[in-house]
């Protein structure tokens, strides 16, 4: 069975790939290809020009090439393609799904460390979507200086026009405007082709750069030198992990099919192009792939370019909400508004914190840095860190569920990861040109999302310390006679499955009442990114009236509960879902110095919890049947 026909067969309403190959392959171009595509705008530019620019010689730039090349060939062909696109965490990819398949919940608390690097690279994600959008437009417009230099000016204000339109249209949804990214992404990759084709012809002796040993030749002759350009070099691979993460809407074999047919070659064309440029004129280095392009071809050019980091940007964005998702499900962040922007496609969704966030971010990095050269600088670290972090893990899942053995797991995840810290060492270099922001961005937003765990395991202890276990305080209800016992259904909400829920505990205590029928509701997230519904729910009877349902969900799925009251319906429980009352409890949590968290983090985690979106809406419940229970509780 192929990948592609094996991966239907998933829970995911997402999982279309009833569509041809070619078709697959074609949308993914647009969703997958976009963030590495846009890369020779800049890639070997900042290599030969800039405050750091190596002199424009014909063994240099062979020896650049030829590391260009054969990091497109080791990184994205051999070690994504062939490797960790197997590591699918049933179908979907990402390194949440790799953290979840290298430390299962069972682990986490014994393998904290371990567990905390893929918090750590997820939060690197965010980074990298702040920048992406910043770099890929800006680069873009910057042809306008190439094409008329007297409008240079306007560079800074088209590129921060383009981007606020394209943030505020996220509201919209990506489900109309998505079936033209594949096409307008095949022209930009045929275009790039032609653009290399025709660079060749000025010069085919960059052809020799396949050669490997030009790579190795140039460290021999330039060694501190090269070092400090593996830091450019890198910019052609950052999409590598875009398309790891994406992959759960395509499957495997779309995904490979366009890289190998149409995206590598069309890269690899283009940067053999810029190369023969150089050789023959040195001084297009200001910007290789524009002055690669005749001049009459020059604004066409610069609009398709445009589109081209747009569709980039989008897709970024895009993943950067599916990311936030996953991490709320997975009780890595508190929960926040997410809007589904299709009836059709469960993972087009829009979040606007997260969208205005990034909005904000992008903006602030234009015009800051004010030009794709200097935003270069703080380019790639994060991607380079979040790669070596998807080695190790990806080295685990080899050894524990793919059953490699240590020589074979250690000899080929051992040598991406040293060509990996080879990267991020080079990378480590430009901190203090740019570096520091998405490694501030990832180390702030790891904080949040270890609080926000911590916070919410030490407020589980609290809460369970404070209830008594559920029979017995059953037991205890029905033995008052001094509580009131009405008709009706009562559902009461609890995160976790063994204890009394508080908001019932307070409810009989100061109403002194109790229903007829009581449903106690948990919903838990599992590490598989869906859950099929015949194993949705699980039902236990604790005593006559009283159900306990346990309903689960995967890890990109949002939880509606008054679907779920139809499906507890169809198991034969008779009730009327507009008579049930919903009790959940909401906390006003309290930092003290009782042991447990840091006092500066437990105020941390009280704000997130303060401004977390609320249980009822995210949980699609009627505001019209819902009893809000409020406590407080010392951290």
Known sequence: MSD?????????????????????????????????????????RECFYGPHAMEVTPDRVLGVLSLILWALILTVSIKYMLFILRADNRGEGGIL???????????????????????????????????????????????????????ES?????????????????????????????????????????????????????????????AVQFFIDHGREAFFVIGSVFLVVTG?????????????????????????????????????????????????????????????????????????????ISGVFSLTKQAIQLGLCPRLEIIHTSSREIGQIYMPHVNYALLIGCVWLVL????SSNLAAAYGISVSATMVITTGLAFLVARRRWGWGLPAAAAVFGFFLIVDIAFFSANALKIAQGGWVPIVIGLVM???????????????????????PLREFLNSVREN????????????????????????????????????????????????????????????????????????????????????????????????????????????????EVPGMAIWREHIFAFMSRNSYRATQYFNIPANQVIEVGMQVEL
């Not at 096409?183 to 084709?197: K, Y």
């Not at 023959?280 to 980091?309: D, G, Q, R, V």
């Not at 499955?497 to 838990?524: D, F, G, Q, R, Y």
């Not at 009730?575 to 049930?580: A, D, Q, T």
């Open 4 to 44: 592609t026909q094996r991966e239907t067969n998933g829970n995911s309403p997402s999982h279309t790939t009833k569509q041809p190959l070619t078709m697959l392959a074609l949308t993914a171009l647009g969703i997958v290809y976009g963030d590495i595509g846009t890369s020779p705008l800049y890639a070997l």
């Open 97 to 151: 799904a790799l953290t979840a398949l290298a430390c299962p919940a069972r682990l986490r608390d014994r393998k904290w460390i371990l567990f905390g690097f893929g918090v750590f690279g997820a939060a690197l994600m965010y980074g990298d979507g702040v920048i992406t959008p910043a770099i890929s437009v800006l680069s873009a417009v910057e042809g306008i200086k190439v094409a008329a230099p007297g409008l």
């Open 154 to 214: 306007f560079i800074i204000p088209i590129t921060v026009g383009i981007l606020v339109v394209l943030f505020l249209q996220q509201r919209h949804g990506t489900g109309k405007i998505g079936a033209v990214f594949g096409p307008i992404i095949l022209l930009w990759f045929v275009t790039l082709g032609i653009l290399g084709v025709r660079g060749i012809f000025m010069n085919a002796s960059v052809l020799a750069s396949f050669n490997p040993m030009y």
């Open 240 to 316: 590598g992990e875009a398309l790891y993460a994406d992959m759960g809407h395509f499957g495997k074999t779309p995904i490979r099919w366009a890289w190998f047919t149409v995206v590598l070659p069309g890269l690899v064309l283009n940067y053999l192009g810029q190369g023969a440029l150089l050789l023959t004129t040195p001084a297009a280095a200001e910007n290789p792939f524009y002055l690669l392009a005749p001049t009459w071809a020059l604004y066409p050019l610069i609009a398709l370019a445009a589109a081209a980091a747009v569709i980039a940007s989008q897709a970024l």
């Open 368 to 371: 800051t840095f004010k030009s």
């Open 446 to 468: 790891a904080l949040l999302m270890a609080t926000w765990r911590k916070g919410r395991q030490i407020l589980a202890v609290r809460m369970r310390a404070s209830t008594p």
């Open 481 to 592: 006679p001094a509580i009131t016992h009405v008709k009706g259904v009562a559902v009461f909400m609890v995160g976790d499955p063994e204890m009394t829920p508080p908001a019932m505990v307070h409810n009989v205590k100061h109403n002194k009442v109790t229903h007829e029928k009581i449903l106690i509701l948990t919903v838990l997230t599992e590490e598989i990114p869906y859950v099929s519904e015949s194993k949705r729910l699980k039902i236990e009877k604790i005593c006559d009236g009283v159900l306990k349902v346990e309903a689960h969900f995967g890890f990109v799925e949002t939880p509606d509960v008054m679907a779920l009251m139809e499906r507890i319906q169809e198991t034969g429980l008779k009730f009327e879902i507009p008579e049930i009352t919903f009790f959940v409890g909401r906390e006003t949590l309290i930092a003290s």
